[in-house]
């Protein structure tokens, strides 16, 4: 369903990637592994148009989408987290979920359209938070938000950027079964991580960037 070939980007004279090839199959979990810099990031960020490859092409579905502006890739459906969360902190977790959803500001949503939230913040294990500012959940549960947010976009592709990095064991288990499901569900997800059990308890591929390509 995604496919890159020859990925290039550099900023300035820092060449970061280097040729990146691949070939994401529908329904399949891969993770990305690699050192600090190595570039994962930025691929991701290339994926879904946040940045611009310097030489390459992205097909998605067929359709050549390097050059889209972040809003078409999603609408395509590309999802994305960010490594840093980019929640919006000072609405509730179940308004950061509508938002995601509608992809627009809302007034009043339907009740079928809260009723699909509720459903989406009870997949992530928040529905008890429902009510909270994003802003002051715990850490793990504001990376679950951060995976409630790409399911509620409807993407079939997700990206997700370190999702347990920093986390504690109750949550990583959530998350760890929370992937589980998504894949059963056919969504195919790229993630980077560097937790070992957790990649061995989710991952159908595993890929290894070293020096801006991805070498096995
Ligand atoms: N927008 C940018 N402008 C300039 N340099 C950048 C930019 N984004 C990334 N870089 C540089 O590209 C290199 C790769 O960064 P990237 O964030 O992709 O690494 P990463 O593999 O995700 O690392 P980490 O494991 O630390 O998250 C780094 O040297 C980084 O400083
Ligand atoms: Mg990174």
């Given at each position: 369903?995604?496919?890159?070939?020859n990925?290039?980007?550099?900023?300035?004279?820092?060449?970061?990637?280097?040729?990146?090839?691949?070939?994401?199959?529908?329904?399949?979990?891969?993770?990305?592994?690699?050192?600090n810099?190595?570039?994962?990031?930025?691929?991701?960020?290339?994926?879904?148009?946040?940045?611009?490859?310097?030489?390459?092409?992205?097909?998605?579905?067929?359709?050549?989408?390097?050059?889209?502006?972040?809003?078409?890739?999603?609408?395509?459906?590309?999802?994305?987290?960010?490594?840093?969360?980019?929640?919006?902190?000072?609405?509730?977790?179940?308004?950061?979920?509508?938002?995601?959803?509608?992809?627009?500001?809302?007034a009043?949503?339907?009740t079928?359209?809260?009723?699909?939230?509720?459903e989406?913040?009870?997949k992530?294990?928040?529905?008890?938070?429902?009510?909270?500012?994003a802003?002051?959940?715990?850490?793990?549960?504001?990376?679950?938000?951060?995976?409630g947010?790409?399911?509620?976009?409807?993407?079939?592709?997700?990206?997700?950027?370190?999702?347990?990095?920093?986390?504690?064991?109750?949550?990583?288990?959530?998350?760890?079964?929370?992937?589980?499901?998504?894949?059963?569900?056919?969504?195919?997800?790229?993630?980077?991580?560097?937790?070992?059990?957790?990649?061995?308890?989710?991952?159908?591929?595993?890929?290894?960037?070293?020096?801006?390509v991805?070498?096995?």
């Amino acid at each position: 369903m995604l496919e890159l070939k020859n990925i290039h980007k550099s900023f300035g004279d820092a060449q970061v990637l280097n040729g990146v090839n691949l070939r994401l199959e529908k329904g399949c979990v891969y993770t990305l592994k690699g050192g600090n810099g190595s570039g994962k990031t930025t691929l991701i960020n290339i994926i879904s148009g946040f940045l611009k490859p310097t030489v390459g092409v992205v097909e998605f579905k067929g359709k050549k989408i390097a050059r889209f502006a972040p809003y078409r890739v999603n609408r395509l459906g590309i999802g994305r987290t960010f490594q840093d969360l980019r929640l919006a902190t000072q609405m509730s977790v179940y308004e950061n979920i509508l938002l995601a959803q509608e992809k627009k500001l809302f007034a009043n949503p339907s009740t079928e359209q809260q009723k699909r939230a509720d459903e989406i913040l009870e997949k992530v294990s928040l529905l008890e938070k429902r009510n909270e500012l994003a802003g002051e959940i715990s850490y793990g549960q504001q990376k679950l938000l951060t995976i409630g947010c790409c399911i509620a976009n409807d993407a079939d592709l997700l990206l997700i950027d370190e999702p347990v990095a920093g986390i504690d064991k109750d949550n990583l288990l959530k998350i760890t079964n929370l992937i589980k499901q998504l894949k059963q569900e056919g969504k195919t997800i790229l993630q980077i991580e560097h937790n070992t059990d957790y990649i061995n308890a989710t991952s159908d591929h595993i890929l290894q960037m070293e020096k801006g390509v991805i070498v096995c």
